[in-house]
C-alpha cells in the first residue's frame, strides 16, 4: 500500500508543470482585475501578469474575460509571494504567429493595415508581425494609390500565400482575397482605357518628379517631363493639388496598375513650325539655361532651346548669360536646334 501510495505521488508530482522564464504557456484565466490577471498554467503555482507585461499592440488584457484562453510568456519561474510572473507583452509574437500559421492552413481572409512601400511592394502589419505584399498582388485600385504614395494606413484585406517562421518571412496577397468578379471587375475597367484617348482630370498630389491625376474611378501620373514643352525640374513649382488639368494616355500597364499621362500633349507642339521661324543662317538671341561638358543650352522661347556646341563658342558661358548667336542647323523631328557664336561675325553662305 505504502509503495502505491509513492508511485501516485510520484507521478503527481510528474504533472506539475516545471516552467523556467522564456516558456510560452498557455493559462486560462482565473480572474481579472485593474492592473493585473491571474492564470491557472498547470504549475505549482499560480501565474500572474501585471504592469506593463499587460500592454501589447493587440490590446489583449482588454478583451480578456475569467475562463479564457490565453498564451503568455514566462518573466520570473517565482515572485517572493509565489506567483510565477507573466507577460502578454512578450508572448504577443507567439500568438500572432500561430495565429498567422492557421489563417495560412484555413486560407482565411485577414485585415492587415499597410504600413508603407518597400521594394517591389509594400510592408504590412498583421498583429505584431510584418508582412510584404509583392506589388503584383495587390489590387488595382491600391496599385494606382501606391504608385502617388497614398496606400499608408489604409486596411486591406488579403491572405497569407507564403509563411516561414525560421527567417520570419511572411508574405501576402490582397489579390488573392478578391472574388473571381471582382478580379474580372478590375480587368473590364482598365480595358476600357486605350492610348491615345484625352481625359479631364484633377490632380490629386504633386511630388517634385510628377503630378497624380484623378480622372473617372482612375487615377494617373504625368511625369514632370510631360507638365509643359518647356524644361520644367520640379513640378511643385508649375501645378499644385485641385488644379483641373486635360491629360493623354500615353501609357496602361494592368500587371503594374500603371497609367502614364501627359499633359504637354494636349498642348501646342511649339516644334511643328520651328523651321520657319528660325531658318539656317538667321541670327537669334537668347539666354543660356544649361551648361554641360559638351556646350550650352540656349532658351529662344519658352518650350525651345537650341545648342551651342563647345566647339562653336568664342570663350566661356555662364547660365544667365544673354547671347547672340547663328542658326546652322534645325530638325523638328529630332526636337534639336544647332547654333554658333563664332559664325555670328563671319559671312553666311
Known sequence: MTNDMGALLEKAVAKVRQLKPGDVVEGIVLSKGKDE????????????????????????????KPGDKVLAT???SEDNRGFILLSLKKAEIERDWREAVKSYEEEKILEVEILGPNRGGVVARMGS????????????????????GKLAGKVVKAKIIELNRDIDRLVLSEREALSKGERAQEQTALGKIKVGEKYEGEITSVTPFAAFVKFGDFEGMVHVSELSWEKTADATKVVKAGDKLSVVVT???????????????????????????YTVGSK????VTKIADFGAFVELEPGIEGLIHV???????????????????????????????????????
Open 284 to 287: 537669334i538671341k537668347g539666354k
Open 129 to 148: 508581425l510584418r508582412g510584404f505584399i509583392p506589388f503584383s498582388h495587390l489590387a488595382l485600385a491600391n496599385k494606382m494609390l501606391a504608385n502617388s
Open 311 to 349: 566647339t562653336e563658342t568664342t570663350g566661356p558661358l555662364s547660365e544667365g548669360d544673354e547671347v547672340e548667336a547663328r542658326v546652322l542647323e534645325v530638325d523638328p523631328k529630332k526636337q534639336k536646334i544647332a547654333l554658333s557664336l563664332k559664325a555670328v561675325g563671319a559671312a553666311w553662305r
Open 74 to 76: 514566462v518573466i520570473q
Open 37 to 64: 490577471i491571474i492564470l491557472n498554467v498547470g504549475a505549482k503555482a499560480e501565474g500572474l501578469v501585471t504592469g506593463l507585461e499587460l500592454e501589447d499592440e493587440a490590446e489583449t488584457a482588454a478583451k480578456l
Open 251 to 277: 501609357e496602361v500597364n494592368p500587371e503594374e496598375g500603371r497609367v502614364m499621362l501627359s499633359h504637354r500633349k494636349t498642348l501646342p507642339n511649339p516644334w511643328e513650325k520651328i523651321a520657319e521661324k
